[in-house]
């Protein structure tokens, strides 16, 4: 049997303090937390939990519907890596697919200037209501992972607003996964062992099946706390914080139940060169540019862009593999 864990619970209502000294009490808190466990739960004021079950309830109605209905939004259509993702679209490395259909949904950049490989438009299905659920509920999360950014920033010693500049269109990214349960399927991960791309991530689920894996290689479940979101440091804040975070490895195991995950997966700008930004240190790791890596990664485990990989149509400069960070990973020079 798989043990639990128990993992750091940082309240981050007082980010919204006018007080400095709340701020920085908030941030010492986060600073902990990521440093020693790089995962945790997250709860606060600023959490609305009336989003999070329209969003529920959007997504158990979008995924009832008939496979062909939902292809028709098959994310391979889209200009800029939106839309629906199907069963076995997706894998990593371990040469699995994945147990699981998704919808995934970006910030609906529509400015002409400025688009990149995942920042555009995004592919919405013919379903009246869906675009204002997701993107009130993506709206407001990426608010607090607004909020996050500076107190990442004052955790790591720098100016409050250092990462303002940063977040004018980031290719942050919403997943509306949903892992169907069957007692007779074939026992294989509802997704796959691997670190988020990003900076962090934010997470709320209906149901168990999260596991991470700790420094000795065991893999331990990670429960759900009513109220509370799942929070993850991601590859790009391992890297900014020289590896003082380190993005944690974890996958969803075969789900005891239906399951709907609802990660959001923070990042900076996609033309950001992330680098450390510690002051008074060696930097431990090489800069990339943000948006070029997490695209990257996402075409190494999506079909239709190995695909196009393999037909010569798209190729990945300076792609580094998949499993390049985490507790499994050594930083360069390290």
């Known amino acids: 049997m798989t043990k639990a864990l128990v993992l750091p619970l940082v309240d981050i209502s007082l ?7 709340d701020r920085l009490a908030v941030a010492q808190e986060l600073d902990r937390a990521c440093a020693d ?13 009336a989003l999070f079950d329209r969003l529920v309830a959007r997504a158990r109605t979008y995924f009832a519907l008939d496979h062909a209905t939902k292809m028709k939004s098959y994310i391979g259509l889209s200009q800029n890596h939106s839309g629906y993702v199907p069963v076995g679209e997706e894998q990593f490395g371990g040469g699995t ?25 995004n592919l919405w299905p013919d379903m009246p209501g869906f675009r204002d659920d997701v993107l009130a509920y993506y709206r407001h ?13 004052l955790a790591l010693g720098l100016d409050e607003n250092h990462f303002d500049a940063l977040l004018r269109h980031p290719p942050s990214q919403l997943r509306m996964i949903h892992y169907p349960f069957d007692a007779c399927a074939e026992d294989r991960p509802g997704i796959g062992a691997h670190t988020d791309y990003e900076c962090f991530t ?3 689920a209906t149901a168990p099946g999260l596991q991470i894996v700790d420094k000795q290689g065991e893999w331990l479940d990670v429960p759900l706390i009513e109220g509370a979101m799942i929070m993850n440091i991601g590859d790009m804040m391992e890297i900014m914080s020289n ?5 944690t490895r974890h996958r969803v195991k075969k789900v005891a139940e239906e399951r709907y995950s609802f990660p959001l997966f923070h990042a900076c700008d996609y033309d950001h060169v992330v680098a450390p930004i510690v002051r008074g240190e060696q930097p431990r790791y090489a800069p990339l540019r943000g948006g070029e890596h997490l695209f990257n990664q996402t075409a190494q485990t999506f079909a239709y862009l190995k695909r196009r990989i393999a037909q010569g149509e798209l190729v990945l400069n300076d792609a580094v593999p998949l499993d390049s960070f985490g507790l499994q990973a050594a930083p360069a020079g390290a």
């Open 243 to 247: 590896g003082r975070y380190v993005a």
């Open 141 to 153: 999360v990426t608010g607090i992972g607004r909020r996050l950014f500076r107190g990442f920033a």
């Open 202 to 204: 934010l997470l709320f």
């Open 97 to 121: 697919d994945d147990l699981k259909e998704a919808y995934d949904i970006n910030c609906d950049y529509a400015l002409t200037a400025g688009r990149r490989p995942l920042l555009g438009p």
């Open 15 to 21: 980010l919204d303090s006018e007080r400095l000294e």
């Open 37 to 49: 466990a790089g995962f945790l739960y997250i709860r606060g004021e600023q959490l609305d939990g």
